[in-house]
């Protein structure tokens, strides 16, 4: 069970990786764009169809998928052509701090050693 877990922690992992790069070189795949949509990752894709069925309880992942779902929508606002440098800066800020609170979800042992 936590194997699969642990591979779409890692995914999501690689993913704010790759987001980050994209942010500073300023070059965007398709495929970036794409995983902005928090069902698209393959954390996203942990928590819509496997997660329940692994013995987690809807209690235990509203903290981190209200989080996921948070840090998606803010990596689509960083993306979005012609973002203003205003806008751009708040979107980030919110970005990070919501990157680093999933982070610190993924790692939480009640999260963990749920299923």
């Known amino acids: 069970m ?3 877990l ?3 922690i890692k995914a999501h992992i690689d993913w704010l990786g790759r987001l980050m790069q994209a942010l500073q070189t300023h070059h965007v795949s398709a495929d970036l764009r794409r995983e902005t949509c928090d069902g698209a990752c393959l954390f996203g894709q942990w928590l819509a169809r ?3 069925a692994q013995g987690y309880d809807a209690e235990t992942l509203q903290p981190i998928s209200a989080c996921h779902r948070t840090m998606h929508a ?3 606002a960083l993306l979005q ?5 205003e806008d751009y800066f708040a ?3 919110r970005f990070c701090r919501t990157a680093v609170a999933f982070n610190r ?3 939480a042992q009640p999260f963990r050693q749920s299923a």
Do not use: N, T
């Not at 052509?81 to 440098?85: K, M, R, S």
């Open 50 to 52: 496997e997660a329940v």
């Open 81 to 85: 052509p012609g973002i203003g440098d």
């Open 6 to 8: 642990d591979r779409a």
């Open 2 to 4: 936590l194997l699969d």
């Open 91 to 93: 979107a980030l800020e």
């Open 105 to 107: 979800l993924a790692a």
């Open 74 to 76: 803010e990596a689509s």
